[in-house]
């Protein structure tokens, strides 16, 4: 028998037959919301929530600007001092956070290496330090070759780690963040500071890419990582609330 419950949240592509076999099977009246492009009829559901970038429409459906996600901006401040004592107390500092290899960009060394020089010669023209961080798409090899090419200066966090990743986030003055990885963006997007891309040639059409750093660019919050650093401005971005006040609202 199907469980009593209220509320089915889902979210990819694996979900749907469960979230549409329990909201058919149950006595009572389920509400049922998916995240992301379910790419069946939106009707199997109460609310459609996705991206701006991906060009959905339909009277359930809520648009994201950007990706949902987990991170607070309480989760970032509470772990700030995380990596306190490993920082230069007379530099500020730039952090790197990297994606990795998608159907889109290849993590080849090139394409690495000019991301890492790009940057030390930043970090140098403005007295940084840098902070690297990986995420769990990162290439072993990748991190391997961060810790030969950056100064025993630089923080490289080697392993996937939360509270570096949160600590970096809220002690770093600049946030520079690899082309394809449009979550780690938009969690960068709380934080109010500035953010630049750092370009990968694509190795097909990154189309959607494209349009969600379109949509950011137009918002403020991200611009390219080129050979200056500057500090600028944007409402700081927090839909996961947003979304969840305005699906609170149309339930009750």
Same mark, same amino acid.
């Given at each position: 028998?199907?469980?009593?419950?209220?509320?089915?949240?889902?979210?990819?592509?694996?979900?749907?037959?469960?979230?549409? /076999?329990? #909201? %058919? $099977?149950?006595?009572?009246?389920?509400? *049922?919301?998916?995240?992301?492009?379910? &790419?069946?009829? !939106?009707?199997?559901?109460?609310?459609?929530i996705v991206?701006?970038?991906?060009?959905?429409?339909?009277?359930?459906?809520?648009?994201?600007?950007?990706?949902?996600?987990?991170?607070?901006?309480?989760?970032?401040?509470?772990?700030?001092?995380?990596?306190?004592?490993?920082?230069?107390?007379n530099k500020?500092?730039?952090?790197?956070?990297?994606?990795?290899?998608?159907?889109?960009?290849? /993590?080849? #060394? %090139? $394409?690495?290496?000019?991301?890492?020089? *790009?940057?030390?010669?930043?970090?140098? &023209?403005?007295? !940084?330090?840098?902070?690297?961080?990986?995420?769990?798409?990162?290439?072993?090899?990748?991190?391997?070759?961060?810790?030969?090419?950056?100064?025993?200066?630089?923080?490289?966090?080697?392993?996937?780690?939360?509270?570096?990743?949160?600590?970096?986030?809220?002690?770093?003055?600049?946030?520079?963040?690899?082309c394809d990885?449009?979550?780690?963006?938009?969690?960068?997007?709380?934080?109010?500071?500035?953010?630049?891309?750092?370009?990968?040639?694509?190795?097909?059409?990154?189309?959607?890419?494209?349009?969600?750093?379109?949509?950011?660019?137009?918002?403020?919050?991200?611009?390219?990582?080129?050979?200056?650093?500057?500090?600028?401005?944007?409402?700081?971005?927090?839909?996961?609330?947003?979304?969840?006040?305005?699906?609170?609202?149309?339930?009750?």
């Amino acid at each position: 028998s199907v469980p009593e419950i209220d509320l089915i949240i889902s979210c990819g592509r694996k979900s749907i037959i469960p979230s549409l /076999y329990l #909201k %058919k $099977n149950s006595k009572k009246k389920i509400i *049922n919301i998916h995240i992301q492009d379910p &790419k069946v009829s !939106l009707e199997n559901f109460d609310y459609v929530i996705v991206p701006e970038h991906d060009g959905l429409d339909g009277q359930n459906v809520i648009n994201s600007k950007g990706a949902l996600h987990y991170l607070t901006l309480k989760e970032i401040k509470d772990n700030h001092d995380y990596l306190k004592n490993k920082i230069n107390k007379n530099k500020q500092q730039i952090l790197l956070v990297l994606g990795g290899p998608n159907k889109y960009y290849n /993590y080849d #060394k %090139k $394409n690495i290496q000019n991301i890492f020089e *790009n940057l030390t010669s930043l970090a140098k &023209k403005n007295n !940084l330090q840098i902070i690297l961080i990986p995420s769990m798409r990162t290439p072993v090899n990748t991190i391997e070759h961060a810790t030969k090419f950056f100064d025993n200066e630089s923080i490289i966090i080697k392993n996937v780690d939360k509270k570096a990743y949160l600590s970096a986030l809220s002690i770093a003055k600049y946030l520079v963040i690899t082309c394809d990885s449009t979550s780690m963006i938009s969690e960068a997007a709380l934080t109010g500071k500035p953010i630049y891309v750092a370009q990968i040639l694509p190795k097909r059409d990154d189309f959607r890419f494209r349009q969600f750093r379109d949509l950011f660019t137009k918002l403020n919050i991200i611009r390219n990582l080129e050979n200056k650093l500057e500090v600028w401005n944007y409402e700081k971005l927090d839909e996961t609330s947003r979304v969840a006040n305005i699906i609170k609202n149309k339930i009750k």
